[in-house]
């Protein structure tokens, strides 16, 4: 397609902030729906995979992500008693490979402060319809725009507009969430490394190293503790002295490190959806990021699958004849990469995040010894760092990325 498309993006994710400037240095007018009255990150850290290093790569970003972010080698979980169930390091994939702790206000100050040319953001705007046959958005205010060319849905795991496109095969709520919230790392001891600790599948402590970010200096760990949906406003959860004791009793360096943290309003609330969306796109509209395939955090995928769907639709557009085959060829290339992992993370996630308490005793019995099986260890990591495609096939990274990883671990 050789011609400029006007595009209206709903949602200032990472998704849509990658989408915004991935087509705005393509020469499209790009205009940027939020509701949010003021913008700013929602989350507090995640892991980038070698998948979405590579978008950053593209977007000229890497180097300031790097600057930030902690360097993360190691995949590591065991049960309170000290029993391995997860034991992955990046080097055993590929030596130029690691994982990049970054915390969500990182990623987000970076790709706003990108997008600056053509830019268009109304904030406080609460898109409630989407008129795919013309290409038009309608407001909670009532007020219409467009028409656009293309419409990006982008708005996250709980869209109310993904049916505008098509009705999900699958949208579900998990009923396990989670409370989380940023420590300063100080002598942390496991300074480049993703720690977790399980009590079961009833319990589980993380704790990831995410860096630094514009305007604090100060290096940090996200907190994660998982609880059941139905717990997380519950009166027990709300006392103070019951909850420090509970995280205590599962880690207590990790307790140690939230000693400074409000609880609970020092504590922010995460719930997930499972969303399977029949099609991706229809007429000028297209789904993105946790709006198309909403999943589990048990593999950590999220904003690594939004960064490259905003980069293989912006492909798309580029090497198509029309629109239609632009966006038909976008859901074929990111639905072949993010149908294993819907799978995988629906299966995992009862083993971290249920009642099941003899399937949590099986995992922490072979979980482990079958990852170290020789042909299998390989796979898992693949599947880990995001570059699984299919049962057999893998995404492979373009050379240059990996030159620069390695120019980059020798400085």
Known sequence: MSAALRIGIVGYGSGG???????????????????APVLGPV???????????????????????????????????ETVAGRAVMDMRYRELHRRYFGLGLQRGALFA????????????????????????????RDADGDEHGPYDLVIVANGAASLLRGSVAPPALDRPYPWGAQWCLVERGDWA????????????RRMVGMLPVGTRPGDATPRLSFFWSLPVAALDSAANQDEGAWRSAVAAVWPQAAERLRDTAVPE?????RYRDTVARRWHRGRAVLL????HAMSPQLGQGVNMALLDALVLRDSLRSAPSLGDALAGYQRTRRAHVGIYHLWSRWLTPLFQSEYDRVAALRDRIFHPLSRVPGGRG??????????????????????FLEALERRAEA
């Open 190 to 201: 496991w300074q480049d490394e993703l720690r977790q600790r399980y009590v079961g599948a």
């Open 379 to 400: 796979q898992t990591l693949q599947v880990l760092t995001g570059l699984r495609r299919g049962w057999f096939g893998s995404i492979r990274q373009a050379p240059e």
């Open 17 to 35: 902030q990658a989408a915004a400037l991935l087509l705005s240095r393509d020469g499209h007018q790009v205009e940027v729906f939020e509701r």
């Open 110 to 137: 970076l790709l706003d402060e990108a997008w600056q040319e053509g830019r268009r953001v109304h904030c406080g705007r609460s898109i409630v319809a989407v008129d795919h046959e013309h290409g038009l958005l």
């Open 43 to 77: 989350g507090a850290g995640f892991l980038l995979q070698p998948t979405g290093l590579s978008v950053l790569w593209e977007l000229g970003l890497l180097d300031a992500a790097l600057a930030h972010g902690a360097r993360v080698r190691r995949l590591h979980g």
């Open 266 to 270: 020092g504590l922010a609330q995460a």
């Open 289 to 292: 990021g946790d709006a198309a």
